[in-house]
C-alpha cells in the first residue's frame, strides 16, 4: 500500500467513524471504487482498518478525557451529598457504558470469521448502507419531538438494546454511530446525549477489536506496519475535528439532524449499487 492510498484511506476513516455514514462501508467501497484489488484481498487488510479505528478511538479517548477520569474517579470517590449525587450519576452512566459493550463482544466473537467474509463484499456495503440511510431518514420522521433525556437516564435493558443495534456495524454498511444513536433517541434521549453515548461507547469495542486483529498485521504483512500507523494518526485527527464538529451540530440541530446523512448514505448506497451492476 503506498503513501496516497493510506492516507485517502486514513481521511476517510476519521470522518466517517463519527458520521453516521459507515466507516467499514466506505472502507470496503474504496479499494472497490478505485480498482485497488490487491488491497481488498489482502489479509492484512482487516487488520490495516482496525488500526485506523485505533486513531479513531484515541482522539475520542482525548476529546472525552475529563469524562473517562470523571468516570474511574466515580468508583472510588467518596464526599458530601452533592458530590455523591453527581458521583452515583457518572458511576451508572460508566456502567451503562459497559453494559452497551458487552452484547458486540459476544456477537463479534462468535462470527468474527463469518463477518471477516463481508469485507471482500462491496455489494453487501452497498446494500447495507442504503437500508443505513432509510433507517437514518425513518428515524428522524418518528422522532417528531425532541428527546428530553441524559443517558445516564437509560435503563440497564436499553443500554443492551443499544450494545445489540452497535452490533449491527460488524456488518459494513451499518453505521455504528448510526445505530446507536437512533437506539439512544428512541429511548428519548436529547440528540446531543445520544451522540456524546454513542462516541463514548466506540472507545472500548474499537480497542477491544485492536487487541484481537492488530497482532495479525504484523504476521500477514509486516511491511504495513509502518503505513498502517501513519494511517492511524492520520485518521486520529481526522476524528478529533469530526467529534469537535458533530457535538455542536447535534446540539445547534435537534430536528432532522440525522437527514442529510440518511440522504447521503441512500445516495452512495443505491449510486454505487447501480455503478456496479453497469462497470
Known amino acids: ?9 486514513a481521511l476517510v476513516q476519521g470522518i466517517t467513524e463519527l458520521f453516521p455514514i459507515s466507516s467499514v462501508g466506505h472502507g470496503v467501497l474504496i479499494p472497490y471504487l478505485f480498482h485497488w ?14 488500526m485506523l479505528h485505533v486513531g479513531t478511538a484515541v ?15 466515580s468508583v472510588f470517590a467518596k464526599g458530601s451529598a452533592g458530590k455523591l449525587k453527581s ?24 462470527g468474527a470469521k463469518k463477518i471477516a467474509v463481508l469485507f ?11 437500508v ?3 433507517i437514518l431518514i425513518w428515524a428522524d420522521r418518528l422522532l417528531r419531538k425532541t428527546g428530553t433525556k441524559n443517558a445516564n437516564q437509560l435503563t440497564f435493558g436499553q443500554a443492551i438494546v443499544i450494545g445489540v443495534l452497535q452490533s ?10 448510526a445505530m446507536t444513536m437512533v437506539g439512544g433517541l428512541l ?73 442529510p446523512f440518511g440522504i447521503y448514505c441512500i445516495v452512495v448506497g443505491l449510486g454505487t449499487l447501480l455503478y456496479s451492476f453497469i462497470a
Open 1 to 9: 500500500m503506498h503513501l496516497m492510498q493510506t492516507l485517502i484511506f
Open 37 to 50: 484489488p490487491n488491497i481488498q484481498s489482502s489479509p492484512a487488510f482487516l487488520p490495516f482498518i482496525v
Open 59 to 73: 482522539a475520542l479517548f482525548i476529546y472525552f478525557l475529563k469524562d473517562w477520569l470523571f468516570f474511574i474517579r
Open 87 to 110: 458521583t452515583r450519576i457518572a458511576r451508572k452512566e460508566f456502567v451503562l457504558l459497559i453494559v452497551a459493550t458487552i452484547p458486540a463482544v459476544i456477537i463479534g466473537g462468535l
Open 120 to 130: 471482500a463484499t462491496p455489494q453487501v456495503a452497498m446494500v447495507f448502507l442504503f
Open 132 to 134: 443505513n440511510g432509510l
Open 168 to 177: 449491527l456495524a460488524l456488518i459494513p454498511g451499518f453505521s455504528r454511530s
Open 187 to 259: 429511548y428519548g434521549l436529547r440528540y446531543e446525549a445520544a451522540a456524546r453515548f454513542s462516541f463514548l461507547l466506540a472507545t472500548p469495542i474499537i480497542l477491544g477489536a485492536a487487541v484481537k486483529e492488530l497482532p495479525k498485521l504484523h504476521h500477514a504483512a509486516p511491511s504495513m506496519v509502518h503505513m498502517a500507523l501513519l494511517g492511524g494518526v492520520v485518521a486520529g485527527i481526522a476524528a478529533y475535528f469530526s467529534t469537535w464538529f458533530l457535538m455542536r451540530y447535534f446540539k445547534t440541530h435537534e430536528v432532522k439532524a440525522l437527514r
